[in-house]
């Protein structure tokens, strides 16, 4: 499931992301939902909405049943349905996976938001400007995580451009320790690798698998690391976020 940005369309991100050519090469469907500027005239997915945060209701609820169509007409395997969206569409991703971890085994964020640190448009642009902390945002999911199917399994891959002057990078690292509290690693435990593109944090469970994952990628803006020139929004000269993320979700490093 991948989650264009603002102001993009399905066929922009998939020429941005180059997601057809990683489904090709893995055997992966790739679903591209589109916003409707009836919806929102910047085509943004309206993740700041109190509705569109829960799985039963608005914009989650509609790309639910998108996926449940999708498997219903299609051979997809059900252990192995990812998201993964940009700046809205991030955002968005990562409330799906919140949401419905026993729909989706991963998720990969890039430009996202905090969870749950928004309302209105008012607070939206506040979030998105860093003015947010991890103890201002509630998990309501986080709470009864018992009782939620798939959170053992569940798995996350937050990026960020440390030159990001939209969406503030200190969400990433809120999104992370947000993601930590869920998947019940030890931020205590994070790894740190400093690449020359790229510092990667690693979180890893009791067993040595890596659940959670930070990248920050200097130089970048908002912008999808090592993307196409043939989609807006991308930053060719970064590491390739759409390789690292397929191969992420599917153990194939």
């Known amino acids: 499931m991948a ?11 998939a020429a941005g992301t180059r ?3 990683m489904g090709e090469r893995f055997g992966a469907y790739v679903l591209y939902p589109q916003q409707s500027v009836r ?12 509705e569109n945060q829960s799985r039963d209701r608005g914009e989650p609820a509609t790309i639910l049943a998108l996926v449940e169509e999708t498997c219903r007409t299609h051979p997809i395997d059900r252990e192995r349905i990812f998201v993964a969206g940009l700046s809205a ?4 991703a990562g409330i799906l996976a919140e949401q419905a971890p026993d729909v989706f085994a991963a998720v990969g964020i890039m430009a996202g938001v905090a969870l749950h640190a928004s309302h ?15 103890g201002d945002v509630e998990l309501p999911i986080a709470r009864d995580a018992a009782e939620q199917r798939g959170y053992e399994r569940l798995r996350a891959t937050i ?11 200190s969400n990433s690292s809120v999104l992370a320790r947000q993601f930590a509290r869920l998947l019940h690693v030890d931020s ?7 690449r020359s593109d790229a510092e990667v944090v690693l979180w890893r469970d009791a067993e040595g698998n890596v659940r959670l994952e930070q990248w920050r990628i200097p130089l970048m803006g908002h912008a999808w690391s090592g993307g196409s020139f043939r989609g807006s929004h991308t930053f060719p000269s970064g590491p390739d976020a759409s390789e690292e993320m397929f191969a992420f979700f599917l153990n194939a490093r």
Request: net charge negative.
């Open 188 to 194: 205590a435990d994070a790894e740190v690798f400093e």
């Open 159 to 169: 990026w960020t451009g440390i030159e990001d002057r939209r969406v503030a990078p």
């Open 89 to 92: 569409g991030g955002v968005m």
């Open 120 to 134: 209105d448009v008012h607070s939206a642009f506040a979030a998105m400007h860093g003015d947010v902390i991890e």
């Open 19 to 21: 997601f057809d050519e």
């Open 39 to 50: 919806e929102n005239p910047n085509r943004c997915w309206n993740w700041f909405l109190p």
């Open 3 to 13: 989650l264009h940005g603002c102001t993009q369309t399905a066929a922009d991100f």
